[in-house]
């Protein structure tokens, strides 16, 4: 399939909408009200910083809603407000955060369901309207959904657009995409479905077993069975790693992609020699701005003396996990929730460590003077880290 050709003749459609609808006037006051905060405006006007009694909070300096976020939100809205007779379904998730998302159950905007992996179109009709979320859908899904007649509303964050075209650049060159990402999240699966040949490569470990196979060989059966999950259909590795470029899932760690898009680099120039490196090795920043400086912003704040750390976002939102890992590698004690109502009642809280589900600590917050460190993920809204801050102030004050 002709991909690119596919999404130009997309872009052209009557029934397809990537922009909002014309009532940004009236949707933003909705989503001030729900989900800004003035407590948290404060905080950023007084360096980030907010004492309480016994309680310091020190904010990172880059945190919550990013941009794409934002304007995947304010589309849904539109949306409703512009059918507001018309079915409206969501492929997957609008953002990787709960309240969000029955925010918008409630306003009667229903969730395509997942069964054994698979989404269900078969309740979507040609009248209905559907919207792509900010990480995308595949190919795949969007052909299904322009046959059936539907009008598509695309919420796609334009970063992760951007991969795609980088996608489509290793196709047109015959390169193997290496994307770093996870290979079940939802924009892995969309920005894979661009690809001709992919391979899903989770973390620097996995990249150098690539990297190793392509310089030593090794163990065809082993390599599938260590990918078989993570590559494109009738991927062979003896074959289809002889060029290659780099792709990533936007919401991974700039430095862990950076790092492993060198060791391609060294890896290809190596085998090939300079001469040739282009001919065999592709890559392009596509590193989203949002993310890099809520991890930067980050970084900087766990240089301070911090007793603490909560980092407020969804589960499953890949970029907040990300920021939780930075305090752990720093023996800062570390508590992701994913809204303030995992706080108490009295002095618990009930986490997710990396890695590991659900956990309830108790006296987590200790006795005395604290300084209690507070990011959120870039699909998490202001009021939701706002929420966090006065549980804890109240827990502290008890």
């Avoid at 939100?73 to 969000?100: C, K, L």
């Avoid at 059936?148 to 796609?156: E, K, R, S």
Wanted: proline share 3%; with cysteine.
């Amino acid at each position: 399939m002709d991909t690119k050709a596919f999404k130009r003749s997309l872009h052209h459609s009557e029934n397809y909408h990537r922009k909002g609808f014309g009532y940004e006037a009236e949707v933003s006051g909705v989503l001030k009200s729900e989900y800004e905060s003035n407590l948290i405006k404060q905080i950023r006007e007084n360096n980030y910083t907010l004492r309480q009694g016994d309680v310091t909070i020190r904010l990172a300096e880059a945190f919550g809603f990013c941009w794409g976020v934002e304007r995947a939100v304010t589309m849904a809205y539109e949306t409703r407000q512009h059918f507001p007779n018309q079915r409206i379904w969501i492929t997957y998730e609008i953002i990787h955060n709960p309240s969000v998302n029955q925010r918008l159950r409630e306003m009667q905007v229903e969730f395509i369901s997942v069964e054994s992996g698979k989404k269900d179109f078969s309740v979507v009709a040609a009248n209905d309207v559907v919207i792509l979320p900010a990480f995308g859908a595949s190919v795949q899904e969007m052909q299904l959904l322009n046959e059936l007649g539907c009008t598509i509303v695309d919420t796609t964050c334009p970063w992760v657009s951007k991969v795609w075209n980088t996608v489509e650049k290793h196709k047109k060159r015959s390169c193997t995409s290496i994307i770093h990402g996870k290979y079940n999240h939802a924009e892995t699966i969309a920005t894979s479905s661009f690809a001709d040949k992919y391979l899903v490569v989770l973390n620097m470990e996995q990249a150098e077993y690539v990297c190793n196979y392509i310089l030593n060989g090794g163990n065809h059966d082993e390599f599938m069975a260590k990918f078989v999950s993570a590559c494109s259909v009738g991927f062979h590795p003896d074959k289809d790693l002889e060029q290659v470029g780099i792709a990533n899932q936007t919401t991974m760690l700039k430095s862990e992609t950076e790092e492993i898009g060198k060791l391609f680099e060294r890896t290809m120039l190596k085998k090939y020699g300079p001469i040739e490196l282009n001919q065999h090795f592709q890559s392009f920043n596509t590193i989203c701005d949002a993310t890099q400086e809520r991890q930067d912003a980050m970084f900087k704040l766990v240089q301070e003396k911090l007793d603490l750390m909560v980092v407020i976002g969804g589960f499953n939102s890949s970029n907040t996990t990300h920021l939780q890992e930075i305090p752990i590698q720093r023996s800062i004690p570390s508590y992701h929730i994913d809204s303030a109502d995992r706080i108490g009642p009295g002095n618990r809280i009930q986490h997710k460590p990396l890695g590991r589900d659900l956990e309830i600590v108790e006296n987590w917050l200790p006795e005395g003077p604290i300084v209690v460190g507070i990011t959120s993920g870039a699909s998490t809204p202001d009021k939701a880290v706002e929420d966090a801050i006065e549980k804890i102030f109240e827990l502290k004050a008890g």
